[in-house]
């Protein structure tokens, strides 16, 4: 194999955007996209020059031209379509959050795990020039021993109880959406957390409308995070260490530019801006990843997903929130 023939599962607004990024990628092309509706599919084929589209996830599974699956429908179908493509050999990219219990990511990591397939987290925070660098200043040690992580990222969502932001069902709330974002942040930097608290406010639907998360780690480093479907915020995390802090400007998720303060020094700001919309990085990721017959990746790796997916958990729980997972099994 040479190249990578991709398919989209879940002709959405985020996909498109995705889509256009694979023109970076010389060794890589969309060839299949599906839907539960033949006339969305057919419409988002045709906008992004797509030569096939499904009427059925089914259909996209058993396709034996495609070699990967980007799914992006909404978190509670992520994993019945994950579990059937598993089982047909096709490689993934899913999107975050990777589903809505830790239990049901679990099942996909063991399932890709048995069926030796790369499977990864579309977490692109993680691919982002800026981040990569600023990886590279925390292990050489620019800020010293890091310490703790301080950030948020919120919405002003329209308050409409007919939107998915929230229905349940439809793994709606901040918590999928956007707090993923800061968890994984910080579990990219300290690995998996020991503590996890949570306070926060649901919707009448059930679903969390924004949180404060505090989590800790016995050597007693910290991150403090909030997120918000009601308050519009900068979205900005902050890195303290104890010879300075990094601060990774708005909106840190997918930034071009991070400002290094060392004691005692002036400021100094890195640009490194992603290629195209910011997405051609993790798609370069599983392409390098399913053409080197690798079974994951070392940046984004499954046990990093099933632990911000255990934090996610844990701050349903702590909300009394009770996440709706979808089935096993592809109609």
């Given at each position: ?11 959405g ?27 969305r ?36 179908q992520?994993?019945?379509v ?15 959050a ?72 439809a ?14 942040f ?9 503590t ?10 059930g ?64 640009t ?23 079974p ?36």
């Open positions: 194999m040479n190249s990578v023939r991709w398919g989209v599962v879940g002709p607004r985020i996909a498109a955007k995705v889509v256009r990024d694979f023109a970076h990628l010389p060794d890589a092309e969309v060839v299949a996209v599906a839907s539960r509706s033949a006339e599919a057919q419409a988002f084929a045709a906008a992004n020059g797509i030569g096939r589209a499904h009427g059925s996830y089914r259909a996209i599974v058993e396709d034996d031209e495609v070699d990967a699956l980007y799914i992006a429908t909404p978190h509670p992520h994993r019945a994950a579990l059937a493509a598993l089982k047909a050999g096709k490689a993934l990219l899913v999107e975050k990777f589903t809505v219990t830790p239990a049901a990511t679990r099942e996909i990591a063991a399932a890709a795990t048995e069926a030796g397939v790369f499977v990864m987290e579309a977490m692109w925070t993680r691919f982002q020039p800026a981040v990569v660098r600023l990886r590279e200043l925390l292990a050489a040690g620019a800020i010293g021993d890091v310490r703790s992580v301080q950030g948020e990222l919120g919405v002003n969502a329209p308050i409409d109880p007919q939107d998915r932001f929230y229905n349940i069902a793994g709606g709330g901040a918590l999928f959406d956007l707090t993923v974002y800061p968890v994984s910080a579990q990219m930097l300290f690995g998996a957390p020991d996890v608290v949570a306070h926060g406010t649901l919707a009448p639907s679903v969390d409308v924004e949180e404060a998360v505090l989590l800790g780690w016995a050597d007693g480093r910290t991150a403090s995070l909030f997120t918000s479907l009601r308050c519009a915020t900068p979205g900005q995390m902050r890195v303290f260490g104890s010879a300075g802090w990094i601060d990774v400007l708005p909106r840190f998720h997918h930034p071009d530019t991070i400002v290094l303060h060392r004691t005692g020094r002036d400021p100094e700001e890195i490194a801006p992603a290629t195209g919309a910011g997405y051609a990085h993790e798609l370069r990721e599983v392409t390098d990843g399913v053409l080197a017959g690798r994951e990746s070392a940046v984004m790796p499954l046990v990093d997903t099933i632990a911000v997916q255990d934090v996610l958990g844990a701050v349903a729980d702590q909300l009394g929130m009770v996440p709706q997972e979808g089935p096993a099994e592809l109609p």
